[in-house]
């Protein structure tokens, strides 16, 4: 079992910035990669950022350049840097823990609740 808990959403201007925090706990033998995904009411989650736990990171080709994914192995924890915001990027951003494999990140049915991003214009 994996447990997981978002932190460090809230409400900023277009052109801030946030820090969010995802803490871990548990293990599962397959997992060698932490996400971050974000959903917005009536849409799919969609995957924003993935590490691999040797440092490879994969992006959304719409945060590329502004977000940046890093970890802290020895606090189990994920972090997710999300500079110039902007309005499309509020949404609800959830980690997730899940293997990469061929380049590829693939979620495994791990969910915390979620942290809230809402960015005005």
């Known amino acids: 079992q994996v447990q997981l808990v978002e932190s460090g959403g809230g409400s900023v201007q277009a052109g801030g910035s946030l820090r969010l925090s995802c803490a871990a706990s548990g293990s599962h033998f397959s997992i060698n990669a932490r996400a971050w995904y974000r959903q917005t009411p009536g849409n799919q989650r969609e995957l924003v950022a993935s590490?691999?736990?040797?440092?490879?990171?994969i992006y959304a080709d719409s945060v590329k350049g502004r977000f940046t994914i890093s970890r802290d192995s020895a606090k189990n924890t994920v972090y997710l840097q999300m500079n110039s915001l902007k309005p499309e990027d509020t949404a609800v951003y959830y980690c997730?823990?899940?293997?990469?494999?061929?380049?590829?990140?693939?979620?495994?049915?791990?969910w915390g609740k979620g942290t809230q991003v809402t960015v005005s214009s």
């Open positions: 997730n823990p899940g293997t990469v494999i061929s380049g590829k990140y693939y979620a495994m049915d791990y």
């Open positions: 590490i691999s736990t040797t440092g490879d990171t």
